[in-house]
């Protein structure tokens, strides 16, 4: 059974960290595994102790789910060993997801391609890749107070006032991916994005 995507939440493994704004990568995985069907946890060898990894159906796509065990910033360790067990079209079929600061909260943007910014996981999944050339689902969580730090930020629980937008966004989020899976990369994009966010951008 060939496998459509490979979907790949980022975050921080632990109890401690799933609160956190840098967790809702990993949110947007628990989102879609409770709508799939069939789904399955497999433990392949060389990802043991790099991801926890599932298989499952959506939309009638057979979709791969990963949440990297490496901590955020060396999250390009798992990439590096998902593509080294699975034979994949990086360009089409591989999709991160993971929080934006530089995105208001509640904010969702659907990219094909582009650089990490200043994210470091990204940095690491782009290292490890070797290119920026794949999709990724970017979910808002800014803005950043000016005295905070950005590590401490991120790091921190979402607020009260951040926990709808934050659910806004994963809503969102689940249904751009399910456009993808319906209806491709381009109509999900052009089309369906604009539809979703109830404009050109969000």
């Known amino acids: 059974m060939s496998t459509d995507f490979y979907f790949v ?3 921080n493994p632990g109890p401690g960290y799933a609160p956190t704004r840098h967790n809702i990568g990993f949110l947007l995985v628990d989102r879609l595994l409770a709508a799939a069907a069939d789904v399955e946890k497999t433990k392949p060898p060389v990802l043991a102790k790099l991801a926890e ?5 959506l939309d009638g796509r057979h979709v791969v789910f990963v ?16 593509l080294k067990i699975f034979p994949m079209d990086i360009s089409s079929q591989l999709i991160l ?3 934006e ?5 509640g904010s969702v943007r659907l990219r094909l391609k582009g650089s990490a910014g200043t994210h470091r996981g990204m940095e690491s999944v782009i290292a490890a890749v070797g290119h920026g050339n794949f999709p990724r689902i970017r979910l808002g969580i ?5 005295a905070a730090k950005a590590e401490d930020f991120v790091l921190a629980p979402f607020k009260r006032e ?3 937008l934050a659910e806004s966004a994963l809503v969102k989020a689940e249904e751009l991916f399910r456009a993808v899976l319906k209806h491709g990369w ?12 109830g404009g050109p951008e969000q």
């Open 186 to 197: 381009d109509l999900a994009v052009s089309k369906y994005q604009p539809a979703i966010l």
């Open 9 to 11: 939440g980022l975050g």
């Open 97 to 99: 997801a993971y929080d």
């Open 67 to 82: 949440k990297p065990t490496t901590f955020m910033n060396n999250s390009g360790d798992a990439v590096a060993a998902l």
């Open 162 to 164: 951040e926990r709808d």
């Open 101 to 105: 600061l530089d995105l208001p909260a």
């Open 142 to 146: 800014g803005p950043k107070p000016a």
């Open 53 to 57: 990894c599932w298989k499952g159906q």
